[in-house]
């Protein structure tokens, strides 16, 4: 199957125009690191701005109830324009309840299938055993099996002693705080293979590995 190429607005660069590279979202257009610094930037106007835009009641989006628009009844997200989330808090409790409840059942309905480990190339059983809970994924459980994700915490627990923590960013060069991020994916106590990266390079070069 023949994948086109894609020009991001803001940055000029062009990527695969798949869902790893571009979204859907209102940043239609942009890659996603770009998304990402746009959107970033927009909670924190958001943030600034939220109290012109703060009435004093507001609609539950839930329970369809006018409550008070304030911190006690709804949670903070800056991504609205008051900063405070559509939903109250009773609601949110009862939805993060019946989300959660729905995530069990499609990680049970995965348990006892095979799944092929990222690391070590191995089919195993999909079970507790095996594999650690990943709420993010389609079936529930982590892409890494158990003895391949101790191994890489493992590593990164070594290699984060042994190497002296800079105070910039070595992509951007910004004095920011820093994650330790490894290059070739294999996850070796060589410590030539790892650099300090702030979180948002560190997410843009999982994306992007020709940055480096």
């Known amino acids: 199957m023949k994948v086109y190429e894609s020009k991001c ?22 890659c996603r690191p770009c998304w990402k610094i746009e959107l970033r930037e927009k909670r924190k106007q958001n943030r600034i701005d939220a109290p012109k835009f703060r009435k004093k009641t507001k609609v539950c989006y839930g329970c369809k109830k006018n409550k008070r628009n304030t911190v006690v009844n709804f949670g903070v997200n800056n991504s609205f324009r008051d900063g405070l989330n559509e939903i109250c808090k009773k609601c949110r409790v009862i939805s993060d309840k019946k989300r959660n409840k729905l995530k069990s059942i499609v990680r049970a309905e995965h348990i006892g299938k095979a799944k092929l480990c990222k690391n070590c190339k191995k089919m195993k059983t999909i079970s507790y055993e095996n594999f650690y809970k990943r709420s993010s994924y389609s079936d529930g459980f982590d892409p890494f099996c158990k003895v391949c994700r101790l191994e890489r915490m493992r590593v990164h627990r070594i290699v984060r002693k042994i190497m002296v923590k800079q105070e ?30 702030c979180s948002e390079c560190h997410h843009n070069f999982d994306y992007d590995k020709s940055l480096l």
């Open 9 to 30: 607005w803001k940055c000029k660069k062009t990527f695969p125009n798949t869902d790893k590279y571009f979204t859907g979202y209102w940043g239609f257009g942009m």
């Open 168 to 197: 910039f960013c070595s992509l951007c060069k910004k004095v920011k705080p820093l994650d330790l991020a490894n290059i070739d994916g294999q996850y070796s106590e060589n410590i030539e293979t790892w650099w300090w990266l």
